[in-house]
């Protein structure tokens, strides 16, 4: 072989490295791009924050060292959830928790239909500035309304109940408690809840009609 031919021979070989290491670098960069997508579409996720049942997140009334603590389960699509809320939770609590018996707390427990996961979500919006319990009033009186739970409507009820509209607004936009009734539901279910409403009340699942009795049972002792 020729001196020439010796160079065109390395030149080709040279050629050919160079074009396996583009393709190699190519490949590693789809790659690399391919996984900030997936991080990205997974992100919010990652930021979604979890179900929150401590009172300084408004989902709960009365003092933490009452001698009888109650959880209420409850959705707004829910029709006994509706009649509790209306026409007896104010009594309870007046009687129960304003005067130190009873410590209460609120937890969703949505369905799967998206009108239910939307009040879920815009309650914890709501509870981000304190006014859950005035915001959940509205959500059960237009529980059985056409559209009832549409972003739109759900920031009317934020104005309605005085909430900061525009801060609200941007929650429900962000998405940052889209999973948080996946978390309800999961810490409803891991007490034994399978109906709303349901009502833990310290170590005892009872229905409404349960409810007033054996809260004075356990008063008593």
Same mark, same amino acid.
């Given at each position: ?18 074009k396996r290491r583009k393709i190699y670098t190519t ?53 006994? *959830? ?42 914890? *919006? ?12 509205f959500l059960y009186t237009y529980s059985s309304a ?24 941007? *929650? ?34 009872v229905y409404s009609n349960e409810l007033i009795t ?8």
């Amino acid at each position: 072989m020729t001196s020439n031919q010796n160079k065109r021979e390395l030149l080709r070989q040279k050629r050919k490295e160079q074009k396996r290491r583009k393709i190699y670098t190519t490949a590693i960069i789809i790659v690399a791009v391919l996984a900030v997508i997936g991080l990205l579409a997974f992100l919010p996720k990652l930021l979604s924050k979890p179900a929150n049942y401590d009172s300084s997140q408004g989902f709960s009334l009365g003092d933490p060292n009452a001698p009888v603590k109650v959880v209420t389960f409850s959705s707004y699509t829910c029709g006994y *959830c509706k009649i509790f809320s209306e026409s007896m939770e104010k009594d309870f609590i007046e009687d129960y928790v304003d005067t130190g018996k009873v410590y209460y707390r609120y937890v969703n427990m949505a369905n799967t239909s998206e009108e239910s996961i939307n009040a879920a979500e815009a309650s914890h *919006c709501a509870a981000d500035q304190n006014k859950f319990f005035e915001y959940k009033g509205f959500l059960y009186t237009y529980s059985s309304a056409a559209e009832g739970f549409s972003l739109e409507n759900l920031i009317r009820y934020a104005k309605s109940a005085r909430l900061d509209a525009e801060a609200f607004e941007a *929650c429900m936009l962000s998405d940052q408690y889209s999973k948080a009734h996946i978390d309800d539901r999961n810490y409803a279910q891991s007490n034994g809840v399978t109906a709303t409403p349901t009502f833990l009340v310290n170590d005892q699942l009872v229905y409404s009609n349960e409810l007033i009795t054996t809260v004075e049972d356990l008063l008593s002792n």
